[in-house]
């Protein structure tokens, strides 16, 4: 299985290229899921059909997917319940359900362990993730050690207190430890998973302004250290000729961030797309599709 992860700050084109993407790679006959990892969803809108909260095919070899966060809040929450009251009773706080899904990291755990599920049954050949504006791809990388650091600290306490918490409520305080040990081997996978560059890449969407460039080049050099190989970066909005004097002007200045971004990162496969004049979505998307994959900029 192959996942690309597509990144990038706000509002660049991260879904419309995700959907392009996931669109191209059914069509070289790869059985392919476009899954949703902003809780905001917009496949739906993008793809112009209803995805919803379970894997749903929507054309030759293609699946889209839009996790409803909330309801996979509260079944995390249950899945995870002992573990979760034992956690939060270290900080002497009580949780509901219903209130878990809005405390931070959250939203990363939760894509985390579906998309786990997605890895391990295996039924796609590509996997495009459409990610939040922010870089949700850290914390998924941070998670094992985060929950190592957990299961170390509940075994530090297992001879302590495991006695007592089972005695309070038979079972409890092994289930707490059980559940814990899943959550780390789930994230365990999906960190390995990711830092495959066989497996996992990441495409960066951008556009050729100042600002977002300088956004890309911090997220390019903080996934990189972290060791997940970004293998491309798409320059989204690049402007077309126009001889008036403002456009002249400003796609000079566009045109030398495209320089930048392709001579910094000579290693990476780096593609532009035009401003295609209006919103992109359902039939425009095979625009996209050509510009990027057709015309050869991008591979699969
Ligand atoms: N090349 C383009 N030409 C014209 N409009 C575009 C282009 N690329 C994207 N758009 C439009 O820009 C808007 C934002 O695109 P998109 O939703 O893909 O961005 P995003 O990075 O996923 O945003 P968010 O961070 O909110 O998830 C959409 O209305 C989309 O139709
Ligand atoms: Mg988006």
């Known amino acids: ?97 219903e209130d878990f899904g809005s405390f931070p990291g959250v939203n990363e755990l939760i894509f985390m362990d579906k998309l786990y599920d997605i890895y391990t049954e295996d039924q796609y050949a590509v996997v495009v993730i459409d990610s939040a504006p922010t870089a949700m791809v850290l914390p998924l990388l941070q ?51 990711l830092l495959d560059q066989n497996i996992a890449t990441i495409t960066v969407v951008t556009i050729p302004e100042k600002a977002a460039v300088m ?23 690049v402007m077309q000729d126009c001889d008036c004097q403002y456009c002249r002007q400003k796609k000079a200045s566009q045109e030398s961030y495209v320089q930048e971004l392709r001579s910094q990162y000579a290693d990476k496969r780096v593609a532009t797309l035009p401003d295609y004049g209006g919103e992109v979505k359902g039939e425009t998307l095979s625009l996209v599709m050509d510009d990027l994959y057709r015309k050869g900029q991008l591979e699969i």
């Open 1 to 97: 299985m192959r996942l690309i992860y597509v990144a990038g700050k706000g509002g660049v084109g991260k879904s419309v290229c995700s959907a392009s993407t996931a669109l191209w790679a059914s069509s070289q006959g790869l059985e392919t899921l476009v899954f949703s990892m902003d809780p905001a969803h917009s496949l739906s809108d993008i793809l112009e059909v209803e995805v919803g909260g379970r894997p749903r095919k929507i054309g030759d070899g293609l699946h889209a997917y839009e996790p409803d966060i909330n309801e996979e809040a509260r079944k995390f929450f249950s899945r995870y319940r002992n573990m979760l009251t034992a956690l939060f009773g270290l900080f002497e706080m009580e949780v509901r359900a």
């Open 143 to 193: 998670l094992p050690r985060v929950t190592t650091g957990f299961v170390t600290r509940m075994l530090g306490i297992k001879s302590k207190w495991m006695g007592v918490l089972n005695m309070l409520e038979p079972g409890f305080g092994d289930s707490i430890l059980s559940e814990a040990r899943r959550l780390r081997s789930k994230s365990e996978t999906m960190r390995n998973a």
């Open 215 to 237: 956004e890309s080049q911090r997220l390019i050099k903080t996934v990189e250290s972290h060791g997940v190989h970004v293998d491309s970066i798409i320059i989204n909005h």
